[in-house]
């Protein structure tokens, strides 16, 4: 019904923004995901997922219509609500949320607070067909992308890191620089872990 609202940034928060459209306060829930990319600029437009429940009408605003996309996506998998789908997208970006569906990463969705084996489970077996299918994304070539990714973490796993710190920082690594070598980025995770 609304599909974006787009005025002046009121009030900023990392978990939701006010902006003022013509007089009218509309507050928006936002991932902290939408938080970072938000400039502090006085007009801002936020694309929109309106949420009707009996008792409360909720608006979630995105940066992008791509994180939008992602967000009815998580939507529609049972046992997955508004609140878990925004903490997905608060913990990971919706790129990297997309990639852990299609090549069927169950641990990088559990790692997301809030879910467990079987919920990360059911959201790849209802998405991951249509992940690939939205996104074209051969399931081959994201595997292959994740190979230098994976090497680095096993390595930095051997050299006694913990396991989710260091993929916390290997895959900030891997998004600047996608076709890092796994020696450079085990060179720069070992600089900020």
């Known amino acids: 019904m609304i ?22 306060g509309y507050m928006l829930n936002i991932s902290l995901h939408t938080f970072s990319n938000i400039p502090d600029a006085e007009q801002l437009k936020l694309f929109t997922h309106l949420q009707v429940k009996e008792d ?11 994180e939008r996309e992602m967000f009815r996506l998580l939507l529609s998998v049972s046992g997955i609500g508004a609140s878990i ?49 939205i996104y074209d994304i051969d399931e081959v070539s994201v595997s292959q992308g994740n190979t230098n990714k ?14 989710k ?3 916390r920082v290997v895959e900030k690594i891997v998004m600047a620089e996608p076709n890092a070598s796994v020696e450079s980025i085990i ?6 872990l």
């Open 150 to 163: 994976d090497e680095a973490l096993s390595a930095l796993e051997v050299l006694g890191f913990v396991k």
């Open 56 to 66: 409360s009408h909720t608006l979630y605003g995105f940066s992008s219509v791509a």
């Open 187 to 192: 060179k720069q995770a070992l600089k900020k």
């Open 85 to 133: 789908a925004r903490t997905m997208l608060s913990s990971l970006t919706p790129k990297q949320v997309r990639e852990g569906i299609a090549t069927g990463d169950v641990a990088l969705i559990q790692s997301i607070k809030g879910i467990g084996a079987k919920t990360a489970q059911r959201v790849i077996l209802d998405l991951k067909d249509k992940v690939l299918k």
């Open 165 to 167: 710190q260091a993929e």
């Open 3 to 24: 599909t974006h609202i787009q005025g002046k940034l009121v009030e900023k928060n990392p978990t939701h923004v006010v902006i003022d459209c013509n007089g009218v």
